[in-house]
């Protein structure tokens, strides 16, 4: 087994520290890959401060994860040495569920393999993208252009798929109205994403204070939540609104702004229920759904898109020694708009 420097927690309140973890032999249908780069996600911090749940410790946290193949498994196909590749928030599945064998590998009806922090076959805990090599199945391992900057790529394998998705199977494009609920690492994503599929972009945030970033990335309306005003003037105006806040909204406010048939989709998880009303459902046939990231198709799909359109996050590159910094100004909303890591700095 291989042995290479990471950065994990070592429990739900220390800082994250230096470490050196085992990777598993690469198996036949195995990628081992070099990891150049990581995106730090608001995921990440939740999941190494126990916010969902008891984790087993140390833990490697990361799933958006870009890099180079240096090895692959006798049996694998996809993928070669010196690939530019990259993996997201999942990294196995069963592969023979409804969900797995139409590309839905998020949804498996048998629960899929986390990137980190799931239970892998041989009963392992799965560690992530804070470290210098991974090894996958390639059928998790995903193909990035050559046009896209790879130190600004990683983001796009959590934070670009989970707004790519929604906006797909909504069917987000010319004649639509999209309203986006924060302008942050997700957001900002969106927003440009549903630009380019062609969609007339508002953005809903707190206050203006991103308004000149959200049109210069591609809004064409930004607006303030926190002026009532907003609410009456923008009243069944949105086909599709995908929060990706995950703070306690007032959910009956935001139906009001659907149109009829509009959808309000969940991206970021509360942790307070959800309640609304049921009448303005009703009367206006109006809908709240959810939406996880994207199984292995939807995601190449988002890859090639953004290749396509010229689309990146934008990001803040920083060393590994800076990551427990990183997090705090994360949680304070000081980042525009995602932080990732230099994997050559764990060296």
Known sequence: M??????AATSATEPLIPVTIERRDVGPTDVLIEIAYAGICHSDIHTVRGHWG????????????????RAVGSQVTRHRVGDRVGVGCESGSCGTCEQCLKGEEVYCLKGNLQTYNGLDADGTITQGGYSQAIVVDERFVLKVPDSLDLSKVAPLLCAGVTLYSPLKH???GPGTR?????????GHIGVKLAHALGAEVTVLSRTLDKRED?????ADHYYATEDPATFEKLAGGFDLILNTVSAGLDYSAYVDLLAVDGTLVILGAPTE???????PLIAWRRSIAGSANGGIP???EMLDFCAEHDILPETELISADYINDAYERVLASDVR???VIDAATLA
């Open 178 to 186: 999209v309203a986006i609920i924060g302008m942050g690492g997700l």
């Open 54 to 69: 008891p984790i087993t410790y140390p833990q490697v946290v990361g799933h958006e994860i870009v890099g180079v193949v």
């Open 273 to 279: 229920p959800v309640q609304v009303q049921a009448m």
């Open 337 to 339: 708009y995602r932080f």
């Open 2 to 7: 291989p042995t290479v420097n990471a950065y």
């Open 214 to 218: 959200g049109l210069k990335l591609g």
């Open 170 to 172: 909504w069917n987000a």
């Open 298 to 300: 939807v995601t190449q």
